[in-house]
């Protein structure tokens, strides 16, 4: 009788503590579900295009928007923040409301061309430079100079050399045909054709023959068409230098005098020409 009564209780408890486990566990994916779901419907902010965009479009706050999206419509790849697109190029086209992605971009370079660069109303003008003049190719792209001009006035008996600040605070376009710094997509894309190359060559890119990159020659600044007019004809005339500005300070330009060896050492007399060259004649037996 007892042992029957047991096994009757077994009989019910069992099933029980079963479907208790059962329930526990249904309980759990259920909640694990809920978790998953509402991660995946979360808003979230990715950056758009605000209107149609052609190939070779620059990005900025007039062309992309920040919008908010459910988490599970993020594409891979998604830039979410203005800051991330700006000066960046489009290397393919893009529909209004398409989600930019960094592998659809790509860095100012040679193939995307200077004209997109230059702001409007400006003019791109490139500069001749050498390592003393183009401050030994440590100015980049987005700085800011002024261009200073060296001139010889009068003759050759005496020296009347004189030094002009010709323009002020002049962006800097392009140093050679570098024109800015690159997306991360776009550096990771150029790293990779990079690491192509040298597998394929056996040496790191832009490494010649000597072991050394090739010297930046040229700078390309944005002036307005009187500037551009009158940068061409100072280079033709005299001798050009580049002066770099600080990065910490505002654009303001300031009155200065051009100087000269009198006024600058603060003698009245005129310093003698001394020509960087001199003339050698061979004897009379040798000719």
């Known amino acids: 009788m007892a042992q029957s009564f047991l096994a009757g209780k077994k009989g019910i408890i069992i099933p029980l503590a079963l479907g208790l486990v059962a329930l526990l566990l249904t309980f759990q994916y259920i909640s694990q579900r809920e978790k998953a779901l509402g991660l995946m419907a979360e808003p979230v902010p990715v950056l758009v295009a605000k209107q149609d965009l052609p190939r070779l479009t620059r990005l900025d706050e007039a062309v992309v928007e920040v919008r908010q999206v459910p988490r599970q419509y993020l594409q891979p790849g998604a830039l979410t923040a203005v800051k991330e697109a ?37 003019r791109g003008v490139t500069l001749s430079v050498n390592d003393v003049s183009g401050l030994a190719g440590l100015i980049q792209p987005g700085n800011f100079v002024d261009v200073m001009g060296t001139f010889e006035f009068g003759d050759l008996k005496q020296s009347n050399q004189k030094t002009f600040t010709i323009f002020q605070n002049v962006l800097v376009l392009a140093v050679g ?75 303001e330009t300031a009155p200065l005098a051009p100087v000269s060896l009198e006024t600058l050492l603060g003698v009245r007399e005129r310093v003698m020409f001394q020509p960087n060259w001199r003339e050698i004649r061979g004897s009379e037996q040798n000719r």
């Open 86 to 122: 700006h000066n960046q190029v489009t290397n393919t086209p893009m529909l209004k409301g398409e989600q930019v992605l960094g592998t659809k971009l790509v860095a100012y370079g040679v193939e995307t061309g200077l004209a997109i660069k230059v702001p409007k109303g400006l």
């Open 177 to 251: 045909q570098t024109l800015g710094l690159e997306s991360e997509a776009a550096r990771a894309l150029t790293q990779a054709e990079r690491e192509k190359r040298e597998g394929l060559s056996g040496l790191p890119s832009g490494i010649g023959g000597l072991g050394r990159t090739e010297a930046v020659r040229t700078v390309t600044l944005a002036l307005d068409p009187g500037q551009a007019q009158g940068l061409v004809v100072a280079q033709a005339s005299g001798q050009l230098s580049l002066v770099l500005r600080s990065l910490f300070e505002g654009r």
